[in-house]
């Protein structure tokens, strides 16, 4: 199967068994399938078996359970030779039993953060700030919890551990039909509305990257990613209200239009509204790149242009 050392990176080969929690969620369906298409056996973590045959459809086999089912989750990871965590980049109890099982055997553990843990507080407005992989991160209070998560992966005894932080993700994934949150948040809003929003002035950024290309760097750090490796994973960057007018113009809308802070929080909540659309999140990754990986699409708004259905 494969070996590591703490000085080392893995030997990899294909028909390895990956535990994949999230199984049929957007990210998690992605990467199940970019790992079945590379030759590997994956079980896949879904609430019901109402999705068991989803998942199967792509060539998953079920293993039906939550994050708070510890035993089971301790008892597939220790019959895996790598875990993915693709379910949530919050539950603190999913992840110590994934440490738990796993502390000592050098098994890779890929967990998804997400790259608001850099976030502000814009409201539309621009920023300079660029974060990359060794600046040090101080979140705020609402995403204090998954910094602590991210770093208690890193730190885990005996683990290839890898913190992939994900950007704004567009695309249509393969596998599972689940979406991404961003840009399906906004297209709902314009088709429900007849006008595309964004938010202030619109002219905060978000790094952004496409699902085909996350699959493929979660491969990657299966196979390469040294333990102890926190990546950003972006491939470019666009602002919040280029991409509502890409929007508007690829739907036949209107001009895309100016929310205030108070009517997108009413719209669209809190945490949405504040971390998700309004904010900024400039971020550079390097350590994708010393693997190896090379994105295939550059351009949110051409997708938005050519592909948004």
Known sequence: MCCWSATSRIEFVADMQIFI?????????????????????????????????AVAAYGVEAVVGSLDDAAL???????????????????????????????????????SSGSSIVADLAMGEPSDRIFHEATPIEPHADKAARVAIDRLVLAASGIRSVVLCNTMIYGNALGAPAQS????????????????????????????????????????????APADTFMYVESGEEALGEIAKA??????????????????????????????LGSNSRVRGKAAADLGWAPTRRSVTTWIANELT
């Open 181 to 224: 949150v961003q840009i399906p948040a906004l297209v709902r809003q314009a088709k429900a509305s007849g006008v595309a929003r964004y938010i202030g002035r619109g002219l905060n950024r978000w790094s952004n990257v496409h699902i085909a290309d996350v699959a493929a760097l979660y491969a990657l750090a299966i196979a390469k």
């Open 247 to 276: 929007i508007a113009a690829r739907l036949g809308l209107g001009a895309a239009q100016s929310w205030s802070a108070e009517q997108a929080i009413a719209a669209w909540g809190w945490n949405m509204a504040a971390f998700s």
């Open 73 to 111: 989750l301790q008892a597939e990871a220790r019959a895996a030779d790598a875990v993915v965590n693709a379910a949530s980049s919050d539950h603190r109890g999913a992840v110590e039993a994934l440490i738990a099982a796993l502390s000592g055997s050098g098994k890779p553990l890929i967990h």
């Open 21 to 53: 929690t999230g199984a049929n969620g957007f990210i998690g369906g992605a990467v199940a399938s970019a790992l079945i298409a590379d030759g590997h056996m994956v079980r896949g973590l879904i609430r019901s078996k109402a999705k068991a045959d």
